[in-house]
């Protein structure tokens, strides 16, 4: 092959990254693939508009077509994001025989396997590494990497603005607020940060490790997700003082052939590793039935990290282009889904009441937890300066997801409980 040519739709962020990693890599790229790569037309939605990256204008266009149908491009870049339009143009490029590479979550969470199924008919590849954890080749390492093993937990810090907002507010006392417009400066935030703080983003980037990571057709309906916009620094504080570090989680977790999958504000005792992910970097910790603890850590969003994981897919296509194998990654989901009944959901619970303080309040409490199957592990009273309440703290031994649902129902009700100011997951053991 004389060159591969690339057409990219979206010159913003990854785009203009993409752009510079492929001319300040030509020579490393073009030794790996034994030809030059060209990018040859980009779609922008103003051509005129002054960029911060060197293109020669010709290569701008404000029609896909001229991308999408054009015979002269054979891989292209979908790097504009959103959903509808973006699916349409992938299920064009494929219909019309290019292979494609894309960052696009919200796309893949929602329309991946539909998408890889065209891809498949047409014998073009798409990959999509950068969706997931931007700079760290995590799709590539469950798929290639770990492809011997049978996975049985994924556990994310896979989404970079909720875990710089609790850093802050953990480590710094920062209020919720004013971190989150610092997230936004620095330009990891969505442009909407709802679906970051509602762990909506996060619940994206899970359905597509769940799905390859247990060959499972896993749908993004199927996440129960819970953000992080209730989190008070009275919870930040008392984890602390049990030992554990609140993370926004996505967890995917197989025991037999029954799966959960949840993304939510959940304890980590210090000692875990994902509890030393710092500020916006995320990490994915995946656990094998044959290899053990693994994890995978690095920078979940910018221009030049994600960048390179779209640049490795086009080199990851390029490959296979000169190998003819292009078209056949083993990738679709290979088991029927069962995902678990909350009666087969367990975890232990970290939880936080405000109770009226006066005589048979614990009692009543206690009995309650015990009708519901959930003993204390630990439990901690303090006063209030309201009068006459008092803040108890319960951290539980596992108890099931439904058991847990029902006592806290039963809480709210009870006339000794003011209310129930917080409740959240824990993974593992402070002690
Ligand atoms: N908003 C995302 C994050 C960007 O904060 O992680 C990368 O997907």
């Known amino acids: 092959m004389k060159e591969i040519r690339v057409g990219l739709l979206g010159l913003g962020t990854v785009g203009s990254g993409v752009v510079k990693i492929i001319t300040d890599h030509q020579d490393r790229l073009a030794h790996q693939i034994g030809c030059p790569v060209k990018v040859t037309k980009i779609l922008v939605q103003n051509v005129d508009k002054e960029r911060d990256v060197a293109i020669t204008p010709s290569l701008l266009t404000s029609d896909v077509y001229e991308i999408i149908n054009s015979e002269e491009i054979d ?9 509808e339009s973006a699916r349409q143009y992938i299920l064009t490029a494929l219909q019309n025989g290019k292979h494609v590479v894309t960052a696009n979550k919200d796309l893949m969470a929602l329309y991946g396997t539909e998408l890889l199924s065209v891809a498949k008919d047409n014998q073009c ?18 798929v290639d990497g770990l492809s011997s093993d049978r996975i049985t937990k994924m556990m994310g810090i896979v989404n970079g603005t909720t875990n710089f907002i609790l850093t802050k507010m953990s480590n710094e006392g920062k209020a ?6 610092e997230a936004q400066e620095l330009g990891f935030a969505e442009a909407n940060p709802t679906s970051d703080v509602e762990g909506l983003d996060a619940a994206r980037k899970m359905t597509i490790l769940a799905t390859l990571g247990f060959s ?10 819970k953000g992080i916009t209730s989190i008070t620094e009275e919870d930040l504080a008392y984890s602390r003082d049990l030992g554990y570090t609140m993370k926004l989680i996505g967890l995917a977790k197989r025991d037999g052939e029954k799966l959960e999958v949840s993304v939510e504000p959940t304890l980590l005792p210090n000692k ?7 500020n916006e970097f995320n990490a994915v910790y995946v656990y094998g039935e044959a290899v053990g603890e693994t994890m995978f850590y690095g920078p979940g969003a910018g221009s030049l990290p994600t960048a390179t994981a779209v640049v490795s897919d086009l080199v990851a296509v390029m490959k296979n ?5 292009t078209g056949n990654s083993a990738v679709s989901p290979q088991y029927p889904k069962v995902l678990k009944e909350d009666s087969e959901v367990l975890a232990k619970y970290f939880l936080r009441l405000h109770v009226k303080d006066e005589v048979g309040v614990f009692a009543k409490i206690t009995s309650l937890f015990s009708e519901y199957g959930a003993s204390f592990e630990r439990i901690i009273q303090m006063p209030l300066e309201e009068k006459g309440a008092a803040e108890i703290v319960i951290v539980t031994h596992r108890a099931t997801l439904a058991n847990y649902q ?7 009700e009870q006339d000794a409980v003011k209310c129930v100011k917080a409740s959240y997951r824990i993974e593992g053991d402070a002690k």
Do not use: C, W
């Not at 891989?75 to 959903?83: N, Y």
């Not at 919720?176 to 417009?181: A, G, Q, S």
């Not at 029902?406 to 709210?412: A, F, P, R, S, Y």
């Open 125 to 142: 590849d798409l990959f999509y590494e950068a969706s997931v954890a931007g700079g760290i080749p995590i799709l590539r390492s469950i």
């Open 321 to 325: 282009m000169r190998l003819g194998v």
């Open 176 to 181: 919720y607020e004013d971190v989150l417009k």
């Open 272 to 278: 875990h590793p994902l509890a030393a992910v710092q």
């Open 406 to 412: 029902v006592l806290l129902q039963k809480l709210e």
């Open 75 to 83: 891989i292209v870049i979908e790097v504009m994001g959103g959903v």
């Open 216 to 225: 499972t057709n896993v749908e993004l309906s199927d996440v129960k997700v």
